[in-house]
């Protein structure tokens, strides 16, 4: 399936982002909550069409589940990404993913957004690539599924 991810080349709980304030982070210190990795960029719109979506997902799932928007767009789109963040009201954090859980989650897909939804302990439920009312639809049932 073109959709999987790739072989890890190190433990995805060991894998990072640096959060824009400059903190690292890893999906091993988020255990005991679901997780949605969310890989975008700013000139993305089914990216834009996704976030309402991850933000009502918050809303409803609360403090059970972490959601992380991870930046892969270039260095133009990062210049654009203030204005972004605040016409979509982004609430959750935004980081920059390193490149082994870039290369993992995207294997050969490099369509974005795509978005990995990781369980209570760290175990990969579903990755998507891209948004729509079907994709919506797998993506609750996923993040339904992480929660258990």
């Given at each position: 399936?073109?959709?999987?991810?790739?072989?890890?080349?190190?433990?995805?709980?060991?894998?990072?982002?640096?959060?824009?304030?400059?903190?690292?982070?890893?999906?091993?210190?988020?255990?005991?909550?679901?997780?949605?990795?969310?890989?975008?960029?700013?000139?993305?719109?089914?990216?834009?069409?996704?976030?309402?979506?991850?933000?009502?997902?918050?809303?409803?799932h609360g403090d059970d589940l972490e959601i992380v928007g991870l930046h892969v767009g270039d260095g133009d789109d990062?210049?654009?990404?203030?204005?972004?963040?605040?016409?979509?009201?982004?609430?959750?954090?935004?980081?920059?993913?390193?490149?082994?859980?870039?290369?993992?989650?995207?294997?050969?897909?490099?369509?974005?957004?795509?978005?990995?939804?990781?369980?209570?302990?760290?175990?990969?439920?579903?990755?998507?690539?891209?948004?729509?009312?079907?994709?919506?639809?797998?993506?609750?049932?996923?993040?339904?599924?992480?929660?258990?």
């Open positions: 399936m073109k959709d999987a991810p790739s072989r890890p080349i190190k433990q995805v709980a060991e894998m990072s982002w640096t959060g824009f304030d400059g903190t690292v982070r890893k999906l091993r210190d988020f255990r005991g909550k679901a997780v949605i990795l969310d890989f975008w960029a700013t000139n993305c719109p089914p990216c834009i069409e996704e976030i309402p979506h991850l933000l009502e997902l918050k809303t409803i990062r210049l654009r990404i203030p204005e972004f963040v605040e016409k979509l009201q982004i609430t959750y954090p935004l980081a920059y993913p390193e490149d082994a859980l870039t290369s993992f989650i995207f294997g050969q897909q490099t369509a974005i957004p795509q978005t990995a939804i990781f369980d209570r302990n760290g175990n990969l439920v579903k990755k998507i690539t891209g948004f729509s009312d079907v994709i919506e639809a797998e993506l609750n049932v996923a993040v339904i599924q992480a929660l258990k």
